[in-house]
Nanobody
Framework: QVQLVESGGGLVQPGGSLRLSCAASGGIFRIYTMGWYRQATGKQRDLVAT???????NYAEAVKGRFTISRDNTKRTVTLQMDSLKPEDTAVYYC????????WGQGTQVTVSS
């Protein structure tokens, strides 16, 4: 069983930056694909970015060029660097991963507003 805990959300102005972190415990972290989803109020949960154990990344079109996902297998962490934030990025962001890519964190709120 993999436990995931997110941190780093908050309120930021449009054009600003935030860094989200996800700390993982349990399992063999270095081999798991990890990722971030987000869910805005009243909308479905959407995939934002993924990173494989080997470091290959994939991004949703809406965040390409603005968000960067990375991982530190020694520290068992996954990070989402979010730059040039827009109001439409406002959502609860969830870390996801594990052997079946079905372990979820509790979520962290990101609000982009002036």
């Amino acid at each position: 069983q993999v436990q995931l805990v997110e941190s780093g959300g908050g309120l930021v102005q449009p054009g600003g930056s935030l860094r989200l972190s996800c700390a993982a415990s349990g399992g063999i972290f270095r081999i798991y694909t990890m990722g971030w989803y987000r869910q805005a109020t009243g909308k479905q949960r959407d995939l934002v970015a993924t990173i494989t154990g080997a470091g290959r990344t994939n991004y949703a079109e809406a965040v390409k060029g603005r968000f960067t996902i990375s991982r530190d297998n020694t520290k068992r962490t996954v990070t989402l660097q979010m730059d040039s934030l827009k109001p439409e990025d406002t959502a609860v962001y969830y870390c996801v991963g594990g052997p079946s890519f079905n372990s979820w964190g509790q979520g962290t709120q990101v609000t982009v507003s002036s």
